[in-house]
């Protein structure tokens, strides 16, 4: 809405692909579902070469949602891609509203459908994360709740490119909402997945 006003298309049907220069400039388009270029700027970022804004406008905080998913023989799995172009800090939540069981496949009222809930940070590029980088812009933190029903994150034990988080009681009867750790990634191109997997599945 920033960027189009009122006449800002459907957030699903814009691809955002971000290209980066010799010079380390970063150039972002936005192409409509038909293919057509609705929109080139370019990104803003501290450059080397440039002399400085003299005014910027203040940090903004962008909200994005994953759908609900496709079926897959284990459960469902919905993902969005993400590319940064400076430390930024992710915020994940999981809202589960579910007013009807029928709805979620509960066919069966008397079942309480009990699921556990998976979310994945993934590189693309599928380079390890670190926290140890002298350079510290390279390296991933976390920002630790205290309250003790935020879930944290851990690296995957097979594939250090990726973050893991969960949650095991997530019941299509009652609503839920369910917090991560904020997360500090580094600038790249990431995908966020979520899998709610039923109990007793891989």
Known sequence: MRLFGDEAPNKQSVLKTITIDQNNTATVTYTSKEGKVIATAMA??????????????AAITVQDTIGKGIATATGLVGSKRLAILEPTRLGLSYQNQCPDPEQAGCFNTQLNCQFELWVYVKKIDGTPFTTRSANASQNVRFIASRDT??????????????????????????????????????????????????????
Do not use: M
């Open 44 to 57: 803003f970022q501290d450059q080397p070469d440039l002399l400085s804004l003299s005014q910027t406008d």
């Open 149 to 202: 029903a935020v879930r944290h994150w851990t690296f995957l034990p097979a594939d250090s490119s990726v973050l893991v988080s969960r949650d095991t009681n997530v019941t299509c009867r009652t609503a839920s909402s369910i917090r991560f750790d904020t997360l500090v990634l580094p600038a790249g191109s990431y995908q966020v997945e979520k899998r709610l997997v039923p109990k007793g599945g891989n």
